[in-house]
């Protein structure tokens, strides 16, 4: 079964919102109303909790975790995903924070503590180090990531419509008579 209770706390998951068989999420979870979650994707609520947003699609082989508390960290860090969030395939969220509006490129990594401010795109490949606070408004590339430049009015308009497109896919995926629990008509 794709979707599990961890010690008590059962995933929940808001109206209308999609969740592939082959993927697996467990625990402390919240999917906000029209969000996606794609095959083999795992989301890991078990030692901390995660929250993803409204109209947000968590693409093909990605992983969300958390940071548990202890010793090192006292308090962990959940993870927390905002609305019109893309999040591309293959994708690594580790107790970090995600704003609103964001698109996170194929193959990123976003460590611990880091905050990913309101509408800031991240491009394929980036390594985002823990703690590191993305600025909103701007691109950001590379390994460690860097401030590549302002985004521009076109770039921003993308948001609303690449989080619409995903709401209207999972749409057709259930339209189909996709039964969440056991992945057939």
């Avoid at 969030?85 to 503590?113: A, E, F, P």
Wanted: include cysteine.
């Amino acid at each position: 079964m794709a979707i599990r209770t961890f010690e008590q706390h059962a995933p929940r998951l808001g109206p209308r919102a999609f969740v592939d068989s082959t993927a697996v999420v467990i625990g402390d979870v919240e999917v906000g109303e029209d969000s996606s979650i794609w095959p083999l994707t795992v989301v890991r609520g078990d030692m901390h909790k995660v929250r993803i947003g409204a109209r947000t699609s968590i693409q093909d082989g990605s992983v969300l975790h958390i940071t548990h508390a202890g010793p090192f960290n006292p308090d962990g860090f959940p993870l927390t995903i905002g609305d019109e969030v893309t999040v591309g395939h293959k994708v690594m969220l580790h107790g970090c924070t995600i704003g609103n509006r964001i698109l996170v490129g194929m193959g990123s990594i976003i460590m611990d503590g880091a905050v990913v401010e309101d509408e800031v795109i991240i491009g394929a490949g980036a390594l985002v180090p823990p703690g590191k606070v993305l600025e909103s408004g701007f691109l950001y590339v590379g390994s460690p990531v860097k401030q590549a430049r302002p985004l521009t009015d076109k770039e921003r308009s993308f948001f609303s419509y690449t989080a619409g497109n995903y709401v209207k896919l999972k749409d057709r995926h259930l339209a189909e008579g996709y039964d969440q629990d056991h992945g057939v008509k």
